[in-house]
């Protein structure tokens, strides 16, 4: 049996469970009224757009044009990232979209090509779904990550020039902080994990059953998105071996020991 379609009327009727987060949000006088309403909309008018081109993006099948879609994901995750950290866009937006990059191509052709062995890797059917679970694990997780590196590094400047000054290494001295972004980073994911399938059914699971497909081959699929999702946080892609989280909270400090000196 195929996957029971939602009619608009149903959808509307869905999205009227929105009143109550939305009541309580203006009861409490949060100040975040306007931004759930706005945020909403938003993705309802985004996703049915997405919607439409991915029909188009399924039709057509171009391994050009579905890597396109994923450099256009790179470069609206990589703005994401840099608003939500307010980090400087100039210096930062490059090596951060070329972290992205690399890492979702890396895991994603592993996993798609290697474990699931699809003759054409570009396939529209994989690549693209693949790619954007990736994506998103990313954002969020370098997001925690680089917001908690930057504010313990602002907000413990006397520890990290001590460090200095009794003779570590810079990557001694950015250590403490980097070790507290990879905590916070990390703790989510890893929390889900342990309960998965106990406390909640995941989302690619519940998806594929929704699908029609068998439990055995959703739970497979799951348990290898699980792992993709916690090798790509720390995938290794600059020359020097180091993670992407690594690498990027180290041109932060870069930056911000640069703003100190002058």
């Given at each position: 049996?195929?996957?029971?379609?939602i009619?608009y009327?149903?959808?509307?009727?869905g999205?009227?469970?929105?009143?109550?987060?939305?009541?309580?949000i203006?009861?409490?006088?949060?100040?975040?009224?306007?931004?759930?309403v706005?945020?909403?909309?938003?993705?309802?008018?985004?996703?049915?757009f997405?919607g439409?081109?991915?029909?188009?993006?399924?039709?057509?099948?171009?391994?050009?044009?579905?890597?396109l879609?994923?450099?256009?994901?790179?470069?609206?995750?990589?703005?994401?990232?840099?608003?939500?950290?307010?980090?400087?866009?100039?210096?930062?937006?490059?090596?951060?979209?070329?972290?992205f990059?690399?890492?979702?191509?890396?895991?994603?052709?592993?996993?798609?090509?290697?474990?699931?062995?699809?003759?054409?890797?570009?396939?529209?059917?994989?690549?693209?779904?693949?790619?954007?679970?990736?994506?998103?694990?990313?954002?969020?997780?370098?997001?925690?990550?680089?917001?908690?590196?930057y504010?313990?590094?602002?907000?413990?400047?006397?520890?990290?020039?001590?460090?200095?000054?009794?003779?570590?290494?810079?990557?001694?001295a950015?250590?403490?902080?980097?070790?507290?972004?990879?905590?916070?980073?990390?703790?989510?994911?890893?929390?889900?994990?342990?309960?998965?399938?106990?406390?909640?059914?995941?989302?690619?699971?519940?998806?594929?059953?929704?699908?029609?497909?068998?439990p055995?081959?959703?739970?497979?699929?799951?348990?290898?998105?699980?792992?993709i999702?916690?090798?790509?946080?720390?995938?290794?892609?600059?020359?020097?071996?180091?993670?992407?989280?690594?690498?990027?909270?180290?041109?932060?400090?870069?930056?911000?020991?640069?703003?100190?000196?002058?």
């Amino acid at each position: 049996m195929g996957t029971i379609d939602i009619s608009y009327l149903s959808l509307g009727i869905g999205l009227l469970l929105l009143l109550i987060p939305l009541f309580y949000i203006w009861k409490f006088k949060t100040g975040l009224l306007r931004a759930t309403v706005i945020g909403t909309a938003r993705m309802i008018v985004q996703l049915f757009f997405i919607g439409i081109y991915l029909n188009y993006l399924f039709l057509w099948d171009n391994p050009w044009i579905n890597f396109l879609w994923v450099i256009v994901m790179i470069f609206v995750a990589s703005q994401t990232a840099l608003a939500r950290t307010q980090l400087k866009r100039k210096i930062l937006l490059l090596p951060i979209s070329a972290g992205f990059l690399c890492s979702v191509v890396c895991v994603g052709l592993y996993f798609i090509g290697i474990v699931l062995r699809v003759e054409n890797v570009f396939s529209a059917r994989y690549f693209i779904p693949i790619f954007g679970i990736l994506m998103g694990n990313m954002l969020s997780s370098n997001v925690i990550a680089l917001n908690t590196y930057y504010s313990g590094l602002k907000r413990e400047q006397q520890l990290y020039r001590y460090l200095l000054g009794n003779g570590a290494t810079k990557a001694e001295a950015q250590a403490p902080f980097i070790r507290q972004a990879i905590i916070k980073s990390f703790s989510p994911l890893i929390a889900n994990i342990s309960v998965m399938g106990l406390v909640a059914f995941p989302g690619t699971m519940i998806g594929q059953i929704l699908g029609g497909s068998s439990p055995n081959v959703a739970i497979k699929y799951q348990m290898m998105i699980m792992v993709i999702k916690l090798c790509d946080k720390f995938i290794k892609n600059d020359k020097m071996g180091n993670s992407y989280s690594y690498f990027i909270c180290y041109i932060c400090n870069q930056i911000f020991s640069s703003n100190n000196e002058n």
